[in-house]
């Protein structure tokens, strides 16, 4: 059986817009049980009148501005000593790579969850993660090859 949640805190680490929205959705129901830390650029989604989250800010990169992956990786190396976190956990894009392979790299439990968008296959950066993340999840069941990547329903 896999063991998808360490007890501990969770770092929730997406890029903004779509793969923000679904990282809060999945993260809602697990606040309750876990304390969860949040890394995204752009800090402004960190709720104001919510004292108890905690929001970082990192970099915005893409695999169109490589260069910046490097400074990328060592604002997660500070937050992962920071936070010190039992599990990661990446709806994606290109800030949840690096944290994984980071994360995977220095034994933290990682977990990415697949973009919902993506129908006909994983994404881009699900693919690249798919063999370092310990637990990798789509939503759609089509993708799901009851190994490594694992169909547990749907967030929206």
């Not at 990661?88 to 994360?103: D, E, K, Q, R, Y």
Request: one cysteine or more; a positive charge; glycine letters at 6%.
């Amino acid at each position: 059986m896999i063991r998808f949640w360490k007890t501990g805190k969770i770092l929730a680490v997406s890029s903004p817009g779509g793969h923000w929205v679904q990282l809060n959705k999945i993260c809602h129901k697990l606040e309750a049980r876990h304390p969860v830390v949040y890394a995204s650029p752009r800090s402004q989604y960190a709720l104001k009148k919510d004292a108890q989250r905690v929001v970082h800010n990192i970099l915005d990169v893409s695999a169109d501005n490589k260069l910046l992956l490097i400074p990328l990786a060592f604002q997660l190396l500070y937050l992962f000593f920071r936070e010190r976190p039992q599990t990661i956990l990446s709806t994606g894009a290109a800030p949840g790579v690096v944290a994984v392979f980071l994360g995977k790299y220095l034994g933290i439990h990682t977990i990415w969850v697949d973009s919902i968008a993506n129908v006909q296959q994983l994404s881009r950066s699900g693919r690249m993660v798919k063999n370092y993340a310990d637990v990798v999840i789509t939503q759609w069941p089509s993708l799901s090859d009851g190994e490594t990547v694992l169909h547990k329903g749907a967030v929206l």
